[in-house]
């Protein structure tokens, strides 16, 4: 396979269908010699050079392969995983002192491990298991432990603590954590009777009132309402305004009689204001439906 046609494979995004192709194309490159590595790393750290960054990327790709392949036991898809360990590579490829004597690959595993890591912690569950950073060690670390300890008792919970340097109570919150499992909100209802299993749509609605989306809809529709009114009397002239709101909106309402004498007509004047402003109001709310 030329260098040519690897690149364009590489360039291409990763997914279920090509992936075996980005990984024979990704392995097929040839490892970098200390003396071509630290010659790239030089350019692109004193020159600028995007063209060696990405040599550097590119032939260092098989190392991300390998530790995103550690990671496939969270269920997540090889793919994604790897997307974001390159992710990683580029970062480290950024930061990469050649001078410091060390390969490439040494200081890009940190970058390479951190991405991976955040992208479990943001799609493994719906509800983040860990978000401290010693929460996510542990998370980690106990997955690993509990390959090889199964089912933890007191004992092996404070093996567990001691070695990671946290407190027991810590390890079985975690535990607990590992163990649970995602609820569709409204998935559909197990038929098993043994189960007895209900999506919680089914009980924490018990009346179309209290459903959030009805709610939600409710109080849309209520808001939008009352914007459509606002602009509706504002578009009075102020002595319609002042008749409607005092007539129909205020806590205490006035008589036409009341209103007449303030404004030196009669009851039948006012009735007639308010009827024609009544009138306006309506079409003006139709138009804005």
Do not use: C
């Amino acid at each position: 396979m030329n260098n040519a046609l690897q690149l364009k494979q590489l360039n291409t995004p990763i997914t279920a269908g090509n992936l075996d192709a980005y990984l024979q194309a990704a392995n097929s490159l040839p490892v970098l010699s200390q003396e071509e590595e630290y010659e790239l790393a030089r350019r692109y750290r004193r020159e600028h050079d995007l063209d060696a960054a990405r040599k550097l990327v590119l032939h260092n790709l098989r190392f991300v392969n390998k530790i995103a392949k550690g990671y496939m036991g969270y269920g997540l898809p090889l793919a994604d995983l790897i997307q974001e360990g390159n992710i990683g590579l580029m970062k480290a490829v950024k930061r990469f002192d050649p001078d410091v004597g060390v390969r490439l690959v040494s200081f890009a595993v940190h970058w390479i491990r951190a991405e991976i890591h955040e992208y479990i912690l943001r799609n493994w569950r719906i509800v983040k298991v860990a978000t401290t950073k010693a929460q996510r060690k542990l998370f980690f670390n106990l997955r690993g432990a509990k390959k090889r300890l199964g089912w933890l008792n007191q004992a092996e919970v404070q093996a567990v603590a001691d070695d990671l340097g946290v407190k027991p109570e810590e390890v079985m919150e975690m535990e607990s954590r590992l163990a649970q499992r995602d609820t569709g909100f409204d998935a559909p209802v197990n038929d098993d009777e043994d189960q007895a299993h209900t999506a919680p749509v089914a009980y924490l609605t018990h009346a179309d009132e209290e459903d959030p989306s009805v709610l939600l809809e409710e109080s849309d529709w209520e808001t939008h309402h009352h914007e459509r009114l606002q602009q509706a009397l504002e578009a009075l002239d102020a002595r319609s305004r002042d008749i409607v709101e005092r007539r129909w909106l205020n806590e205490q309402k006035d008589t036409l009689h009341t209103l007449a004498r303030e404004y030196g007509v009669s009851a039948e004047r006012i009735r007639q204001v308010e009827k024609n402003a009544l009138k306006k109001l309506r079409n003006a709310m139709a138009a804005a439906a």
